[in-house]
């Protein structure tokens, strides 16, 4: 008897994909990030009802690429959950890379999420470095990422 044989008939594991996995595209570095954090909320609802009239200022730092992407989507995440803001656009400025850390300046327009116009697609409870790619390409960047729903 053979392994999967063990359990015919009373179970079987089928292919399954529980979270969001992105892949994020940009010319440059900063464009990548943007499109990483509209893909956030592309997950969460849909997009284009987000109204942009609350601007918001993030300063993230980090000590590598893929920690410094962690820290961007995670600190957009944080404020949906603590002011309910929802975002879609978004400006990274002021790029910096050093031997010690990576950092930036973004803004970020929105509103906060109303259940009247932002239909719920899904939760997203985290993200994480699971499968985390950061890939400078001399044409492009990508960035793949999954969020945890």
Known sequence: MSK????????????HTADIYV????????EAY???????????????????TKED???????????????????????????????SKFQISDWQETPESFKFTAKAWGEKFNPKRHPQKVG????????????REPERVVLEFILDI
């Open 34 to 52: 943007e499109n990483a954090a509209l893909a956030l909320f592309e997950t969460m609802t849909n997009s284009a009802k987000i109204a942009q």
């Open 124 to 135: 997203v409870k985290a993200v994480t470095y699971h499968l985390m790619v950061v890939i």
């Open 4 to 15: 999967s044989d063990k359990f015919a008939g009373k179970f079987e594991f089928l292919e």
């Open 57 to 87: 200022t993030f300063e993230v730092e980090a000590e590598d690429q893929y920690a410094l992407l962690y820290n961007w989507l995670e600190a957009l995440l944080v404020k949906f959950e603590t002011d309910g803001m929802l975002y």
């Open 23 to 30: 892949r994020a595209l940009g010319t440059r570095m900063e």
